[in-house]
């Protein structure tokens, strides 16, 4: 029982030494002439990104996600994407949509930013032959060039932003590649505003369930489209 206490007592009295030396470390490299406040704030900067702690950070160093979100305000919708999600908005009274670019290494643009933050675009479309994806939320190991800004990053997580005008009776559609990989958006318009009608309004669970089960159902049978990770 003291070999334990003895133990315990050594394993906090190193705790706190490191504890003494990341305080120490933070306090020497952040400015003096700054308010309290920003150093607060500076401080949880740094802790979150300090170099030394980069091997508790294994998930956002070597993963990453994609992120699509949207705002509606009114008669205004802003959508903001990075990756390869995708978001439609879907005009009932016009019969058409409109829809955001997902962003992939084969993409001209995408794959001059990779190439000039000296990465490479293989003959698939993945950077470094790994990721099949030019933006990402994450992905950290794709963002250590300290010369560039976080924009031009082999992976960026700089979204683009779209704003179109809205309706009531307008559909948004939001969902990752491995659904638009099987339902383009135009046969996903043409679905919605053939089978989704006001008198579906308290059916809309089980008509998206049917959707994607009809999606999971082709990627298991097309080898060109299969994509279960999503």
């Not at 003096?32 to 998930?59: G, V």
């Not at 959508?79 to 390869?84: S, V």
């Not at 001209?108 to 990721?131: C, P, S």
Request: net charge negative.
């Amino acid at each position: 029982l003291k070999e334990k206490e003895e133990v315990h007592k050594q394993l906090l009295k190193y705790a706190e030494q490191e504890k003494e030396k990341e305080d120490k470390y933070l306090e020497e490299s952040i400015p003096k002439d700054i308010s309290k406040e920003d150093k607060e704030q500076l401080i949880i900067f740094k802790s979150i990104f300090d170099p030394r702690n980069l091997e508790d950070c294994n998930i956002a160093m070597f993963s990453g996600t994609t992120a699509c979100v949207a705002l509606v305000i009114r008669d205004q919708i802003y959508i903001a994407n990075a990756g390869d999600s995708k978001c439609i908005v879907i005009s009932s009274d016009k019969h058409e949509f409109k829809e955001t670019i997902l962003h992939s290494p084969k993409n001209e643009e995408e794959k001059k930013r990779i190439e000039q933050a000296e990465g490479t675009v293989d003959a698939t479309g993945r950077k470094n032959g790994v990721l099949g994806v030019s933006r990402s939320i994450g992905d950290l190991e794709y963002k250590q060039n300290d010369w560039l800004k976080p924009e031009d990053q082999m992976i960026s997580a700089m979204p683009d932003i779209y704003t179109y005008k809205v309706k009531e009776t307008d559909y948004i559609v939001i969902a990752c590649d491995g659904v638009w990989n099987s339902k383009h958006p135009k046969d996903m318009t043409d679905d919605i505003l053939k089978n989704w009608g006001e008198e579906c309004e308290n059916k809309f669970s089980e008509k998206i369930t049917n959707l994607f089960e009809i999606i999971l159902n082709d990627q298991q049978l097309s080898k060109e489209k299969k994509n279960m990770d999503n």
